[in-house]
């Protein structure tokens, strides 16, 4: 297959794209006071229908502002963590080359760009995070009795998450904790979100997945070597025991093999799908590559054994590492090529209980999508908390500032507090900006 085909396809869809909003352009029917309007290369199409419905679920007033309260002090957290990583990850760069610095695409969470989200579930996930990250801000606002102008659908070749327009000049006009509450409830709702798909995930993995063995699971074999050569060792294989020693951690797996020579004949206890049993093989070691006088199978393995990665699917603070390092295993599965669990990652489980006879293709999509239900919404939750204009914690940035100022300049008029608080956002916003091009270009510059 051309591996550049599905470049060709994204650029015939953008020029496709752009096509119909040319068209659509030159003949009137985008523009400011139209139903369509441009926000940058993506299409709005707008609705007034469905402002009703923001009037029934915000007129429980005091429910909603004890829920947008909680989501204030939710967002400031947030912000201050996810200021805290990006200045941890400037640090940090300084010890990176060139050849180990990120991508700027990596920086982009959009799926299909990014490359550690996956196309399918991610723009599921997306687009579902966004749409409810957006209705939260509705519903909010009219609590507050800040009127909306407009709903609608966002566009960029595909749908890519949905919108609601506030009146601006309702939230101008509004009093800074009311504002507030609506600029945070987006990123509550996300939170909100990453904890409910979690759960749901939890508990599905748990109640119906089982690993098919204790062991280390089989990434990848190199051609050449003994695993590729001399056995039938295969990546969704589980290695369960080297010369009779069990082999239910990484650390374990790597211990027995530091233990061996080249030329030495060695036992291995391997789970095979195929066979749905383990059963011993004879390998011949060959010469490590970078350790003298150590043997070789030639095999890559997963870093989370099959048991831990249930466990971290599961629950990731009850991690025998840690719950830090549990929760570190859950956001970087994508990263460790375990996440989405496909092909042969699937082939280290089998699915118990109520679930036991269903498909398990079908059931790794449903647990997949879950996942990534999670993920993204734990990614907008924080990405939205940035005090960077013009997201949720640029407005939120700002009128902290405000209120801070407020407190110890007594003698500034309303003007003057505005005036400060643009210019605290302003310069959060570039501090923001230096952090995230900051791990990109550091590296390639030492």
């Known amino acids: ?81 996810i200021v805290a990583l990006l200045a941890l990850d400037a640090v940090e760069s300084f010890r990176l080359t060139p050849a180990t610095a990120p991508s700027p695409t990596e920086a982009l969470g959009l799926p299909g760009i990014n490359p550690v989200i996956p196309l399918g579930y991610g723009i599921v996930a997306l687009v579902i995070g966004v749409v409810l990250h957006e209705l939260m801000h509705g519903v909010i606002a009219r609590s507050q009795k800040i009127g909306v102008k407009t709903l609608g659908v966002l566009w960029f070749v595909v749908p890519v998450g949905a919108f609601v327009e506030q009146d601006d000049a309702d939230m101008m006009a509004a009093s800074r904790r009311r504002r507030d509450r609506v600029a945070a409830a987006g990123v509550l709702a996300n939170f909100v979100l990453a904890i ?21 699971g089989v990434a990848a074999v190199e051609s050449g070597y003994p695993a590729a050569n001399n056995s039938t060792l295969a990546p969704g294989d589980i290695i369960t025991s080297v010369n009779g020693s069990s082999t239910s ?21 391997v789970y095979k799908p195929s066979l749905g049993y383990v059963t011993d093989e004879a390998v011949t070691l060959a010469p490590s590559p970078t350790v003298k006088g150590r043997g070789f199978l030639g095999v890559e393995v997963y870093s989370l054994t099959p048991a831990q990665l249930k466990q971290t699917l599961v629950w990731p603070w009850g991690s025998p590492a840690g719950s830090l390092t549990g929760s570190i295993d859950w956001v970087v599965l994508p990263l460790a090529t375990i996440e989405p669990v496909a092909g042969p990652t699937a082939g280290f489980f089998h699915l118990s209980g109520p679930l036991a006879h269903a498909s398990p293709s079908a059931f790794w999509v449903g647990a997949n999508l879950l996942y990534w239900l999670s993920w993204m919404s734990l990614l907008l939750g924080l990405s939205n908390s940035l005090p960077l204009v013009p997201l949720d914690g640029g407005l939120l940035f700002r009128d902290f500032a405000q209120s801070v100022a407020a407190r110890f300049k007594s003698g500034w008029d309303a003007a003057r507090l505005d005036r400060f608080g643009g210019r605290a956002v302003a310069a959060s916003s570039t501090l923001v900006l230096v952090l995230l091009v900051w791990q990109f270009v550091v590296p390639r510059l030492l």
Request: glycine share 8%.
């Open 249 to 269: 951690s990484v650390d374990q797996f790597e211990s027995a093999l530091a233990a061996t020579y080249p030329g030495e004949n060695i036992t291995i206890g």
């Open 1 to 81: 297959m051309n591996p550049y085909l599905g470049y060709a396809i994204a650029a015939l869809a953008v020029a496709v794209y752009a096509g119909i909003l040319y068209a659509l352009w030159a003949t009137g029917r985008i523009g400011p006071d139209r139903s369509l309007t441009l926000l940058g290369p993506a299409l709005m199409v707008k609705t007034k229908k469905g402002r009703s419905a923001l009037d029934r679920w915000g007129r429980f007033v005091r429910f909603w502002t004890a829920v947008s309260d909680a989501g204030i002090v939710l967002a400031a957290a947030a912000m201050a963590v």
């Open 196 to 216: 409910v798909f979690f759960a749901a995930l939890s508990v599905l993995v748990a109640t119906s997945v089982q690993p098919n063995a204790a062991g280390v």
